[in-house]
């Protein structure tokens, strides 16, 4: 595929939409939460990474690798270096920090921090450090 046959399909690709082998995902889509307290039950997300196996042959042995997220820094090595020098892994914005909130700066113990994450049914704590090292 040459460059200008790519060019063609980016409107397409750009609106989430999929075009041969290429796909694209639409981002930037805010959950919204109605103004109502009424919700009785079930789970709400903006985000879930699901992968789905169909059925009892479903194998993925043959496969290099696979995740629910993968997170991949390419291209030009200068705009490589650049993004490792100035990017972060996932940035969290608009919460407030104290005790039982989703993120809490805690100043006592081994970490500076600790967001609220859940593995099953459990609620766990992982520990965030200001400082490399």
């Not at 046959?5 to 041969?20: D, F, S, W």
């Not at 997300?45 to 690798?65: P, R, W």
């Not at 997220?69 to 919460?95: K, P």
């Not at 100043?107 to 450090?129: P, V």
């Amino acid at each position: 595929m040459d460059r200008r046959e790519l060019v063609k399909m980016l409107p397409a690709l750009m609106i989430g939409g999929k075009v041969g082998q290429l796909s694209a995902v639409k981002t930037n889509d805010p959950l919204h939460v109605p103004d109502d307290a009424g919700w009785t039950g079930g789970t709400l997300a903006a985000i879930q990474a699901e992968i789905f196996s169909d059925g009892a042959a479903s194998d993925t042995d043959g496969l290099t690798e696979i995740s629910f997220i993968r997170v991949v820094n390419g291209g030009n090595s200068s705009g490589i270096a650049d993004v490792e020098d100035d990017g972060f892994l996932l940035s969290l914005q608009g919460f407030t920090s104290a005790t039982g909130n989703m993120i809490y700066e805690n100043t006592t113990a081994d970490s500076d921090a600790t967001i609220r994450i859940k593995i099953g049914a459990t609620t766990y704590y992982m520990m965030c450090k200001d400082a490399e090292g």
